[in-house]
């Protein structure tokens, strides 16, 4: 299951939640890294270029936003992104719904 929540406060903050296999605690340093070697069990037919998060979190540092995550192994991993009120746009998110996500 995965669950997307937006919120808005001071900032606009966005939270994908899932219930998968988590992170282990020694991966997190490396998340966010450009190729980072973090197969495991589980995982090895997935594919992967090793980039997303790299780009993302390059991307979100470019809107001067933040990007981070908590994950707990075998009971998932949240991502959290908050960008300020005025970068994100709140006049066009407001009134869209997770279901609606595909038309932001």
Excluded at 24 to 29: E, G, I, M, S, T
Excluded at 43 to 72: A, C, D, H, M
């Amino acid at each position: 299951m995965v669950i997307v929540n937006v919120s808005f406060f001071e900032k606009a903050i966005i939270s994908i939640s899932d219930t998968g296999i988590g992170i282990p605690a020694d991966f997190h340093p490396l998340i966010f890294n450009k190729f980072p070697q973090t197969q495991r069990p589980g995982t090895e037919n997935e594919p992967s270029t090793g980039l997303g998060l790299y780009i993302s979190k390059q991307l979100t540092e470019e809107l001067q936003g933040n990007l981070w995550f908590r994950s707990v192994e075998n009971r998932g991993t949240t991502f959290y992104l908050s960008l300020d009120e005025y970068i994100a746009g709140t006049n066009n998110i407001q009134g869209h719904n997770a279901a609606n996500c595909s038309s932001l």
